[in-house]
């Protein structure tokens, strides 16, 4: 998997299942605001787009394949941008219903998370007296009780169930533990280079979101995948812009979003994911590096093409 020299593929998050309608006007969860958010993202210069659903009418997560099905034929039909569906579904579902949409639309990525960890965002619910809907204050506030299940049989069995599909992982590891995982689930051939991992930094739960940890994380990964992968880096929260533009002068990819942050800088929130994605690309180019195409992106990850999808 070759990396382009100063390419850079930017990944939008465009909605996830961490954030809720509460904290964020911006954060989209009808169809239609999801898809008008991915297509600005793309015209903005994502070349993946990183896709959840949410229920239409109180915008919590859903894994509902039909809640993807009104998106994802209308981004694809406007847009060249790979896209990558989600199985992390949300910290309470198993993993068969997660896997579920990727099955089923059969996409160019679908992420793959590697490890189970606690994966909280429980001190957000003080931020807030008033909630859009009932939902969110529970499910904010009981996260310090969530653990996000990924075991090796879960792996094993998402790893199974997608393969018939030739889909690209994106390999999400909230620590340096992940990699080890992922190495032994390459070493019993549940998956094969070239790999795609995305470092997640800053997580509580997770590896903090510190340069030192990012090389450390990088640093592992060539010790254990040699130099046929290509990574990405996701720093939640005030880390995101941060965290990005280390990864850019690394060698690395970047993953922004409003899934991962609300914000455009500290304290104030951003307009829409297409404006963390004009941030991210400026800081890219102020620092010489170039921002790949889709198609680019699709020669560095060696995806299966556009027209190989099932929606
Ligand atoms: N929001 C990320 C830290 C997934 O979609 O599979 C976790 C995530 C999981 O992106
Ligand atoms: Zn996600």
Redesign the pocket.
Known sequence: MAKKKNKVIITC?VT???HTPTMSDALPYTYDDITHQALEAAEAGASIL?L?ARNQKDGSPSVDPDDFKPFLQRIKQSCDSVLNI????SLTMTIQD?IKPANTFSPEM????MGSLN?SFHPLAKRYDEWKFDWEKDYVANSDGNI?RNTFKDIKEAADTLAPHNIKF?H?C?DVGHLYNLKFCMDIGLFKQPIFL?F?LG?LG?IGAEIDNLVFMKRTADRLFGSDYQWSV?G?GAAQMPMASTASQLGGNVRVGL??SLFITRGELAKSNAEQVRRVRRIIEDLGCEVATPDEAREMLDLKGADRVAF
Request: net charge negative; proline share 0%; hydrophobic share 35%.
């Open positions: 998050a996830g299942a961490i990183h959840h989600s199985t992390g579904g997660r679908c992420s793959m998370n994966f996000f994106e999400e909230y995305q997640v997580i997770g996701i939640a899934e991962d």
